[in-house]
């Protein structure tokens, strides 16, 4: 099973370089899919272009119009849901979020969903299989497939209520006004209920045993629990970041898996502790993709 991923262009972080590093100290190939040059990737991963996947004009259809703040990032999250889905479609392996860190290697069944809880309510979307012929793929495709990429998963609140609102007040809107998980682990768990998939998902501790401002831990130099010796921990999700740049605690599990995978990194550039950096989840799109007034 091969690992694929998704990176739009420019430089990948050193937390997103050493997550990748990981994949591949765990035996997996691993292809990453751009619009554009990556720097700051691991030897060894294969580099694709994503045109063929999905248009980079699909981004311009997800920009929100109500919740204009959401510009900036929104978009390439949303974009990166569906990009997933399109992957399982052509059978391109087990999709992994660039900021997966794995501690080793395991086995995923081709025939059969691979995901797990991210928490007692929702399927996680970072990682995530589905075999081509699976039944969530003709979901994902309809809507892709539609004028306005409105999600028919939905629940009753953002799927009636709330667009329904915005239209008696004349509010023109997107569907990604409707939060930034319409695509995401919400649409997963919400099909994967509508389908019978639900019993195919691994326990939270897999690859969420830290999850949300717990993945802060990650950087902590007097945390106690490693998770990395942990058998029935595949890997880790680092949802909550902080600066990726500044060189971490020796003593911290950021630490010790730069030093584990020291031989398959790249060189990395270091601020100095405290030191500023740049956007952490995207670039601002709206200088790529203008925004147009409804």
């Given at each position: 099973?091969?690992?694929?991923?998704?990176?739009?262009?420019?430089?990948?972080?050193?937390?997103?370089?050493?997550?990748?590093?990981?994949?591949?100290?765990?035996?997996?190939?691993?292809?990453?899919?751009?619009?554009?040059?990556?720097?700051?990737?691991?030897?060894?991963?294969?580099?694709?272009?994503?045109?063929?996947?999905?248009?980079?004009?699909?981004?311009?259809?997800?920009?929100?119009?109500?919740?204009?703040?959401?510009?900036?990032?929104?978009?390439?999250?949303?974009?990166?849901?569906?990009?997933?889905?399109?992957?399982?479609?052509?059978?391109?392996?087990?999709?992994?979020?660039?900021?997966?860190?794995?501690?080793?290697?395991?086995?995923?069944?081709?025939?059969?969903?691979?995901?797990?809880?991210?928490?007692?309510?929702?399927?996680?979307?970072?990682?995530?299989?589905?075999?081509?012929?699976?039944?969530?793929?003709?979901?994902?495709?309809?809507?892709?497939?539609?004028?306005?990429?409105?999600?028919?998963?939905?629940?009753?609140?953002?799927?009636?209520?709330?667009?329904?609102?915005?239209?008696?007040?004349?509010?023109?809107?997107?569907?990604?006004?409707?939060?930034?998980?319409?695509?995401?682990?919400?649409?997963?768990?919400?099909?994967a209920r509508k389908h019978d998939l639900l019993r195919h998902a691994l326990g939270v501790r897999v690859f969420y045993g830290w999850n949300g401002k717990e993945t802060l831990r990650f950087y902590d130099a007097d945390e106690t629990e490693r998770l990395e010796d942990d058998p029935a921990v595949f890997g880790l999700h680092l949802h909550h970041k902080l600066h990726p740049t500044p060189r971490p605690a020796a003593a911290s599990l950021y630490g010790r898996m730069l030093d584990r995978l020291g031989k398959r990194l790249p060189p990395l550039a270091w601020l100095p502790e405290g030191g500023r950096t740049g956007?952490?989840?995207?670039?601002?799109?709206?200088?790529?993709?203008?925004?147009?007034?409804?």
């Open positions: 099973m091969r690992i694929a991923t998704f990176w739009h262009s420019g430089r990948l972080r050193n937390m997103e370089t050493l997550c990748l590093a990981s994949w591949l100290e765990a035996g997996f190939e691993v292809d990453l899919y751009s619009y554009g040059t990556v720097e700051g990737v691991p030897e060894g991963v294969a580099r694709h272009a994503a045109d063929p996947v999905l248009p980079e004009s699909l981004l311009q259809r997800l920009l929100p119009v109500l919740r204009k703040e959401r510009r900036a990032f929104q978009p390439m999250m949303n974009f990166s849901d569906l990009f997933r889905v399109k992957l399982q479609e052509r059978g391109a392996g087990l999709w992994l979020d660039c900021d997966v860190l794995l501690f080793r290697h395991f086995a995923v069944d081709p025939g059969k969903p691979f995901f797990a809880w991210e928490d007692r309510h929702r399927i996680g979307s970072p990682v995530f299989y589905l075999p081509p012929d699976n039944p969530m793929i003709a979901d994902y495709l309809r809507v892709l497939e539609s004028p306005d990429l409105m999600p028919h998963w939905l629940g009753f609140r953002r799927g009636v209520l709330r667009p329904t609102f915005w239209r008696l007040l004349g509010r023109p809107f997107s569907p990604a006004d409707l939060g930034i998980t319409v695509y995401g682990n919400d649409a997963f768990t919400r099909l956007p952490l989840i995207a670039p601002n799109l709206t200088k790529t993709f203008p925004i147009r007034r409804p």
